[in-house]
Each structure stands twice: as structure tokens, then as C-alpha cells.
């Protein structure tokens, strides 16, 4: 049986020079942008924002279909394709991470609810809604495009209400007090990490904070975030020293001081792992 050939896709399909954020309108997509029609995998996240379409979305297991007033949801490192019809009405925003948590601390993709369902997840929008959306859709589009000074401030601000609207949108699904107490706990996990991650980096110093057991903050952060506790923890680590490699002229060995490495060479082996560059390669790719 032959396998099928998955191509993996970072924010350079959209263009030289385009690394961390991109928004186009839905017109003529797959026509500019062929690769998304066919199964792939990206490092980003992708949200159609829909007011009139025909096709579909599949999202690992699940198809979307695509009609109007919908938003879709396409997480990273998810197996999907898109299939929508050439004069399609809305935009598609592609962001990283990094771009969306880099520069505040309280920017966490964590805390949005729709987010963090396992399966691949849309959004209903009220007709009655559509008017704002498009003012929104436009404002951020117009500020991509004109690229003046401090955008990309703008860009993270507006996709932030984006996130919220289309987070107060999202239908609740289960047990939603048993949900609500679950995210409770996990918000204070995050807390506790950028509270103590620079000193603490096993998960068994949080978990005794909480009162839980190890295993059980385990159990519960991957349940609510895909992630282990341990994860969370270094990910707030490279997040930080992310932060300091991009805002900061700080020498690596200082970086690794601040971040609580006993040295400079274990601080570069420790980013490598979790981004394929060194800090210094990481530092001259984000600047250039």
C-alpha cells in the first residue's frame, strides 16, 4: 500500500520575508496557494473567517463543511486540506505562536477555550454579527498591509478580540463545571510557572503548590492543553528566552544566567531541542 506524501508547511509559503503572521482574502486562494489543497501539515495556526463559501475543510478526521457566517479553526501539526470554491467572501489569518505570545506574558493561546478542543473545531457567527466582524477583519487586514511603524502591535491587539469573540461564540460542550474547575486549576499552574520557572523546572515543586500529585497535574494539563506538565514548564522557559534573544541585547551566557542554567552550553543545547536553531541563529533569523 502505497503512503500518502504529507508535505509539512511554514508561514514561507505565503511569501519571502513572511514568518509569523499573514491575512489575504478567501478570492482565489487555492489558486495563488495550490498547497493547501492537498494534505499537509503546517506550524501555524490558520482561522477562516467565513461570510459565504462552498467546499469543505478536513481537519485530521472531521470535515467542515463550509457555507456561510462560520468560523474554522486549523491547529498546528493537524493533517488538512482546504477545498473552497474560487469567489468565496472572508479572510484567512495564519499566525505562529511566538507571534501571538512572544511580546506580553499574558498573551497565552492556552486560555482560549476553542482553542484547545482536541478535535478540529468552527465557530458559528451571527448574521446579525457579521458587520463587526468585517469592520474587525478589515482593520487588521489594512494594518498588515500598510505595514507602518509598530504594526505588528496592532496586528497582535487585534487578533487578540478576534480570538476573545470567537472564544464568547464557541458552544460549550459537557460537563462544564468539571471543565470550568479544570482550567481553573491549570490557570494557577501557569501562574505558579511564571512565577518560579527560572529557579523550579520539575513539574513534582508545582504539583506539592496545588496540593495534587505529580501524576495527577500530568493527567490534567495534557486533558486540557495537549501538553504534559513538564512541557508547560519549558515552553514558558523558551518563551522567555525568546523574549530576552528578540527585546533584549543580552549575550547568550547572560540569557542563560537570567533563565537559571548552571551553563551557557547546556541553555544552547536546551533551545535547540525544542526550536532546531541555536539561540544566536534564532536571534539573527528573527531580527533579519
Known sequence: MQEMDISFCDMGLFGDGI????V??????????????NPHKQDFYVLLLIKKAEGEVMVDNQKIRL?????????????NYISINREAEGKIICFTEDFFSLRYNNNQLCK?????QSEGCFVRIKQTDWEKWELLLLFIYNEFKQKKGEYTHLLRSYLNIILFELDRQCPYTGNQKKKSASRSKIH????????????????SFY??????????????????????AGDMIRKRIITEAKRLLIYTDNRINEIAYELGFESTSYFVTFFKKYDNHSPEKFRKKYLD
Not at 482560549?112 to 484547545?116: E, I, K
Open 19 to 22: 514568518d509569523h503572521f499573514w
Open 24 to 37: 489575504e482574502d478567501l478570492k482565489g486562494l487555492l489558486e495563488d496557494y495550490p498547497t493547501l489543497e
Open 67 to 79: 457555507d456561510r457566517y462560520k468560523a474554522v479553526v486549523i491547529k498546528p501539526r493537524s493533517i
Open 112 to 116: 482560549f477555550t476553542f482553542l484547545n
Open 188 to 203: 494557577k499552574f501557569e501562574q505558579l510557572i511564571d512565577k518560579h520557572y527560572k529557579e523550579q523546572k520539575l513539574p
Open 207 to 228: 504539583a506539592e503548590k496545588l496540593n495534587v500529585s505529580a501524576n495527577y497535574l500530568n493527567r490534567l494539563c495534557k486533558e486540557q492543553t495537549g501538553l504534559t
